[in-house]
């Protein structure tokens, strides 16, 4: 679905606030606002584009914009005793908040992004930039709201503060970035291409496009009575992973996680199933019993494309 709003002012009126010049950076977007109708100046024609947007003022667009894409029209009013509580009820209703903001305080640009990151539904803020974890400068991966910090970013709604992606996530957001974060959710094609920290593939380690045994047991001899660790180590493909181990072709009970302690001689082999149902199956195990001494030990010929293998120990 794509997100558009029925205006409410005339398409190509004079904008009326006198604060806000044409040559501003912001300029297109406070007016795409104000012709939707999601934003309006104050009594003496100003805008205000630099002061801080409060909480409340947030969640009375987020809980407007949601109601606009789902139902095509807004009904929301202002409710009492606080006049923005009709617009809380709605957006806890929505699954747009879980929480209570304090209302009346000036928004920061992360707890604004927290709110409209689930302002529409994930169908309308589908992925356009590639965004690789950890790479907006100031907000790692484990900040508090880098998920919805992250998600705008990878929407197109959200480019930074400079050509490194900065986002400054505790500085107070205002009015004329809300209009540019708004024109954005509203109109598909004004979303910003970008991408940070594309990541440079380790040599070491196979492309994870497909799913691949890159880590497996030496053979190895084991006494009577003794015992041998094994494991083996996937990557690719979907996760989870699913493993099951047999011996001599018999499935053992029980043996289904990414290691196991064999106890006696045999072949044993263990099958790496992924999250989407691919299973490594290739058998390349070639062996012989030979030794100057007489000393019964296994070895395995290897092939780089194995991803099914068999360990044998001897005693």
Known sequence: MVFTMIPLQSFGADLPFKDVPTGEWYYGDVKGAWETGLINGFEDNTFRPNENMTYAQAIKLASCMNQKYTTGSVTLA??????????????????????????????????????????????????????????????????????????????????????????????????????????????????????????????????????????????????????????????????????????????????SSASYTATAAGGYVCQVKDGDGETLEHNTGQYRKTDPEGKRICKRKDEESASFWRWRSCF
């Open 78 to 255: 202002n409710g009492s005793p606080q006049w923005y509580d009709s617009y809380v009820a709605y957006a806890k209703d929505k699954s747009i908040i879980a929480k209570d903001y304090d209302w009346n305080t000036s928004a920061t640009r992360a707890g604004y992004v927290e709110i409209f990151s689930k302002a529409l539904p994930d169908e309308a803020l589908k992925v356009k930039n590639s965004i690789a974890d950890n790479a907006i400068p100031d907000v790692s991966i484990n900040h508090p709201q880098a998920a919805a910090i992250y998600k705008l970013y990878r929407a197109g709604i959200l480019t930074g503060m400079d050509e490194n992606g900065t986002f400054d996530p505790n500085l107070n957001i205002r009015r004329s970035d809300v209009s540019a974060i708004l024109t954005r959710m509203m109109n598909e094609s004004a979303r910003k291409e970008l991408t940070l920290g594309a990541e440079t593939p380790d040599p070491e380690t196979p492309e994870a496009s497909f799913l691949s045994i890159v880590s497996q047991p030496e053979n190895a001899a084991i006494e009577e009575g003794g015992n041998a660790a094994l494991s083996v180590t996937a990557v690719g493909g979907k996760e989870p992973y699913t493993y099951q181990w047999s011996k001599d072709g018999t499935a053992i009970s029980g043996a």
